[in-house]
């Protein structure tokens, strides 16, 4: 079985504070993404990345980067938390030519 | 205008009800269709998906495609409360790696 882990199920940060999310898969996927969920908005993505050192900006990248230096791990780093930001975000990995995304569990971030 | 439509409900059924959820969308380069389903505080995970237009059936669950018309649909027959979740409708372009994701419908089905 795929198994996608995030590093936290919740998290409770400051405004201005750094802050890392950390997403591992075990399948060897090439593709990596990063999304946030909020009510009424659906999925929305963040950042992608089809290979290692390699990252390609969603539909809403501002305030966010990424980081993938080895195959299995891909992070999501915010340089600055903001109110704004608070909301599930979840990583998801695919195969290439796979038709399926496996998601992890999800971080809940609420920034303060 | 979104690329993907998906009302969001809340859905509410009986138990037994025959559910449906349905998506419209505006690109008519997407080639392949999913459906993921959701439980609260947890990843979707995949439901079904379809290739091109026509049906597919698993078990109590049919993913119908109409191209002509973009309009997808997932059809939910003898529902169960366990079937209570967001169903997330998604779909992707021939090549292409990024997932264009429906807003989701919330579905509770009631013993």
């Known amino acids: 079985d795929v198994k996608v882990t995030q590093s936290s199920r919740y998290l409770v940060k400051r405004t201005g504070e750094k802050v890392f999310l950390e997403c591992v898969q075990d399948m060897d996927h090439e593709n990596m993404f990063w999304y946030r969920q909020d009510p009424g908005l659906g999925l929305r993505l963040i950042y992608f990345?089809?290979?290692?050192?390699?990252?390609e900006k969603g539909d809403i990248p501002e305030g966010y980067s990424v980081s993938r230096e080895k195959k299995e791990r891909f992070s999501l780093i915010l340089e600055s938390a903001s109110t704004n930001q608070t909301s599930m975000y979840l990583c998801?990995?695919?195969?290439?030519?796979?038709?399926?995304?496996?998601f992890g569990p999800g971080t809940r971030l609420t920034v303060t | 205008q979104k690329e993907v439509e998906q009302d969001p409900g809340p859905l509410s059924v009986p138990e037994g009800a025959i559910v449906s959820l349905n998506c419209t969308y505006s690109?008519?380069?997407?080639?392949?269709f999913m459906w993921y389903r959701q439980y609260s505080r947890k990843g979707p995970e995949l439901l079904m998906y379809?290739?091109?237009?026509g049906n597919k059936e698993d078990g109590r669950f049919t993913a119908q495609v109409d191209k002509s018309s973009k309009y997808i649909s997932l059809f939910i027959r003898d529902s169960q409360p366990s079937d209570s979740a967001t169903y997330l409708c998604a779909m992707i372009p021939y090549t292409g790696n990024q997932f264009y994701f429906g807003t989701g419908t919330s579905l509770t089905v009631i013993p």
């Open positions: 990345s089809y290979d290692v050192k390699m990252k």
């Open positions: 998801a990995s695919r195969d290439r030519g796979d038709h399926e995304q496996y």
């Open positions: 379809t290739y091109s237009s």
């Open positions: 690109n008519s380069a997407f080639q392949y």
